[in-house]
């Protein structure tokens, strides 16, 4: 595995597998610590007492996540790794996209996000949406790396589901008769577009 996973060292006696997560989403620090957890314990800016709003004003998933880990990497001097995802919506012309966070405004609320969706798609019979994820990786000496992952299904009628986080009760993927809210973090884990997306991100880091 790469040396420069390893960020910090508590006691100065062993060297325990930490990795930066750029993020303050609690969702999808837990779905990344699920997948990961075996091998590495992921901080996210909470956990190392940052609560700074990193400004995403790129027009692309990937722009956005190369500079929220720009900024870890800049502010830490570490090795680290964002997430920047979103539902793309077909009738929506590919809305909300990379304003999926805030799409319904600010403060954010999945609540009112949703609540918007379901408003704009009301009466609509293609309903046809994709979940994309990219998570960009910043090793130790500034090189960064992309990973993809995307997930199609569609938007239902009305929310189901307790699990997960932001539209995860309105979202139904493709071959399956339930939302991901209502899929245990295990399940969603197996098929989400962040899934995969860490999967080869996973590859990389420990196969290379
Ligand atoms: P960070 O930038 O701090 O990581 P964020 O929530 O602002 O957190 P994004 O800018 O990437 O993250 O916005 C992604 C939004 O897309 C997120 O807030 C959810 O509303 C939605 N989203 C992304 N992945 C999702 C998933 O697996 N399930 C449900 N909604 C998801």
Avoid: W
């Amino acid at each position: 595995m790469k040396d420069d996973l390893y960020f910090y060292n508590e006691n100065h006696t062993s060297k325990p597998m930490r990795l930066l997560f750029c993020s303050t989403n609690l969702g999808k620090t837990q779905e990344i610590q699920y997948k990961f957890g075996k091998f590495i314990d992921i901080q996210n800016l909470l956990d190392v007492g940052c609560e700074e709003a990193i400004p995403e004003t790129a027009n692309s998933f990937e722009g956005n996540a190369l500079l929220k880990a720009q900024y870890g990497y800049e502010k830490f001097k570490l090795a680290c790794f964002s997430d920047d995802s979103g539902l793309e919506v077909i009738a929506l012309n590919n809305q909300p996209g990379v304003f999926s966070a805030r799409y319904a405004g600010v403060p954010k609320s999945d609540k009112r996000n949703m609540d918007k969706l379901l408003f704009e798609l009301k009466g609509l019979k293609n309903r046809k949406a994709c979940f994309k994820t990219v998570i960009v990786y910043i090793d130790s000496s500034g090189k960064a790396f992309s990973f993809e992952g995307k997930i199609e299904g569609e938007i239902i009628e009305e929310k189901r589901g307790e699990h997960g986080f932001g539209y995860d009760p309105i979202f139904q993927p493709k071959g399956y008769a339930k939302t991901f809210a209502e899929m245990s973090l295990a399940e969603k884990s197996e098929l989400s577009h962040r899934a995969i997306a860490l999967e080869k991100f996973h590859a990389f880091i420990f196969k290379k």
